[in-house]
């Protein structure tokens, strides 16, 4: 145990693979700023020059660009209300308004704390559930997948910001959306709207977030004018603030290791991902809040629930490393590359090379530091940009958020889309529709479906949602989820007697 | 009719759209799309009722009331779109930039036209070093460049 620990931590210290890890932190942080798109590309790229380097420096360089992708895509998301990674989207929510009172410096170095330190804790998870990962892999069927995204889309639900009656309306409109493109039990094309090709693998999601949260917030710049930074307030105190934020995470400790447990949990389940990961973490904690109200309109806490859910993918390592089943995008990608250097993930991986495991965990964390490291140097500096009079960032931010909807697929009909989505979504803000059940609904809409189907075809039999135990239980959680608000009422109701 | 009513009665077609749709389609690939439209349609119809009856009473916004000329506003910026649009499916993505940006802050009294010029360039510029040759990603060339349409 401790050899490869040993041998990993040394090939660490080496010059060559610790700017290895800075290049791809570095790398990771530029791709995960752009919003449409992701550290995995950057990954893509540089996955054809890595032949050339030994295997533990080639795993290196890629964890370091998994490990900025976090923090990178939350900055855009608290400046500008547009997520630069998915996984980052529900940090617009709280960490945007914490921007428009002037507070981008603590936003940011909330963020980064909560990125830093859930990947820690992240680490650590992983570290213990090596022995038990088969048996959380296998308990984790498509039942109770289904209950556990009923279980998310039920809390946003409940917790709708606002409206909840309208709250509902965006997430079952969000549902639909994902259900557009091809049938994967019927093989159908639905609600195509006349298109046979484009819509055929559905909406994307990153032209749908880009226009969403980007064309949709420009368009409420373009309205409002000024800058970003509403009325007198004044951004002051970069640094306090930063270090303010920091200092704030250490207020919300239970929704920091909820929103990590969410994280390193969704993280392990394979085909997951962290886009659901952030939303659900922030589901639950406003489920959980005493001020629910609160959620939406800057509550650190929200921040904190949404960044500390972005370590799914340490928890991601685990399937890949030990089944060769990639938990989320970044980490298919990593399994990728592990086969290109000759390596067969499964089983005997873990027992046979403990050093490139280690390497990983270790290449994680450091490149996590880095990330949160220049995040909070810079955090002074990217606050200002709130200061700018939006007549200059309208037209850069659209045309860089744009070309992020085109580059994902490279296809032209997606900076229409994008455009289309961001009128009608600057309408859902405008009447007071919540977008973030949309986006939430959006997301998890075409899982739920899948995993009710798959769920069918295990076992003719709708009960089965109710015959296996953690399937059971969310459910039962589902069931208080609705009861706990009327039992506050009531209690409220008493007191007041 | 009002902006909130006429924003209200597309969400109301929308849900009424896959409703309809779904109708047309097998059992296993329309129940779920049914079971949830129908409920967004049953929802959105007591929205806009409700929406309808408040609708005499000013709406209170957080951020302030909205300009007078906001559905101007909003028109405009998606006409502006609509032209980026234009102008990258005709000329490619650099030109595409760089016209925007300059059309966009040049046309304005308050912004000099060498600022506009410099923020154009600079950004095509940025996008160019960026995708082009650091991430050698291939953009988009424009219909009049050799650039062909996907289909829809």
């Known amino acids: 145990m401790l050899d490869p620990l040993l041998t990993a931590a040394g090939a660490l210290l080496q010059p060559q693979n610790a700017l290895l890890v800075i290049l791809g932190n570095l790398m990771g942080l530029l791709f995960g700023l752009l919003p449409g798109i992701t550290v995995l590309a950057a990954m893509s790229i540089l996955l054809p020059f890595t032949i050339g380097l030994e295997p533990i420096s080639a795993m290196y360089l890629f ?54 330190f859930s990947s820690v804790l992240g680490l650590l998870v992983l570290i213990a559930l090596i022995p038990m990962v088969r048996a959380i892999v296998y308990a984790f069927g498509p039942p109770e997948f289904f209950m556990l995204l009923m279980f998310g889309l039920a809390t946003v639900a409940v917790a709708a910001p606002g409206n909840t009656m309208k709250g509902l309306v965006t997430a079952g409109l969000g549902v639909l959306i994902s259900l557009i493109g091809y049938d994967p039990i019927t093989g159908v094309l639905r609600f195509g709207l006349g298109s046979s090709n484009y819509l055929w693998d559905g909406v994307n999601l990153p ?21 970003i930074v509403k009325g007198d307030i004044r951004v002051t105190g970069m640094l306090k603030g930063t270090l303010e934020g920091v200092r704030e995470l250490f207020r919300h400790p239970r929704v920091f290791l909820q929103g990590s447990m969410v994280g390193s949990i969704i993280g392990i389940l394979p085909g997951v ?31 904190v629930a949404a960044m500390s859910a972005t370590n799914e993918d340490t928890g991601a390592l685990l399937p890949t490393m030990a089944f060769g089943i990639p938990g989320s995008a970044g980490s298919a990608l990593l399994l990728g590359a592990l086969i290109l250097h000759g390596f067969n993930p499964g089983p005997l991986f873990i027992k046979d090379h ?75 803000t405008r009447f007071d529709f919540p977008i973030v059940t949309l986006v939430i609904g959006f997301v998890m809409g075409r899982l739920v479906e899948r995993a009710f189907a798959q769920s069918l075809q295990m076992q003719l039999d709708p009960l089965i949602f109710f015959k296996r135990p953690i399937s059971l239980l969310l459910f039962c959680l589902l069931v208080l989820l609705f009861v706990m608000p009327l039992v506050r009422q009531f209690i409220a109701a008493r007191r007041v007697a | 009719m009002t902006g909130r009513f006429a924003f209200n009665l597309l969400l109301l077609v929308f849900a009424a759209y896959f409703v309809w749709s779904a109708t047309n389609y ?11 439209g129908g409920f967004v349609l049953i929802l959105q119809s007591w929205v806009t009722i409700m929406d309808g009856r408040t609708n005499s009473a000013p709406v209170e916004h957080a951020e302030g009331a909205p300009p007078a000329d906001e559905a101007n506003r909003v028109a405009a ?36 036209k060498w600022i506009a010029f410099a923020v154009a360039g600079g950004m095509s510029l940025v996008v160019w070093v960026l995708f082009v040759r650091l991430m050698r990603f291939e953009l988009y060339p424009g219909v009049l460049f050799g650039g062909s349409l996907p289909s829809l």
């Open chain 2, 26 to 36: 097998e059992p296993q690939a329309r129940m779920i799309p049914l079971v949830i």
């Open chain 1, 63 to 116: 964890i370091g660009i998994l490990g900025a992708g976090p923090f990178g895509g939350a900055v855009t998301a608290i400046l500008f209300n547009i997520p630069g990674e998915p996984t980052s989207a529900a940090a617009c929510f709280d960490g945007y308004p914490m921007t428009r009172r002037g507070e981008a410096a603590k936003a940011l170095g909330l963020a980064a704390a909560s990125a830093v």
């Open chain 1, 354 to 428: 403990l050093e490139i495991v280690w390497a990983l965990i270790l290449g994680l964390l450091l490149a996590n530091i880095i990330a949160t490291t220049v995040g909070l140097a810079g955090a002074n500096l990217l606050a200002r940009l709130t200061t700018i009079d939006v007549k200059y960032l309208i037209p850069t931010i659209l045309v860089i958020s744009l070309l992020g909807a085109y580059a994902d697929r490279e296809n032209i009909w997606d900076v229409a889309l994008a455009i289309s989505t961001g009128v009608i979504a600057y309408g859902f």
């Open chain 1, 273 to 303: 991902g962290g886009t659901v990961s952030n939303f659900l973490s922030y589901t639950i904690a406003m489920q959980t809040s005493k001020n629910p109200e609160t959620y939406g309109k800057g509550n650190p806490e929200g921040l």
């Open chain 1, 207 to 227: 032209a749908f977030f880009v226009g969403v949260f980007a064309v949709g917030e420009v368009i409420g710049y373009y309205v409002a004018g000024g800058t």
């Open chain 2, 77 to 112: 910026l998606t006409g502006w779109m609509v032209l980026f649009f234009g102008l990258f499916m005709l000329f490619g993505t650099l030109a595409a930039i760089f016209l925007f940006i300059l059309l966009f802050l040049g046309l304005r009294r308050d912004v000099h």
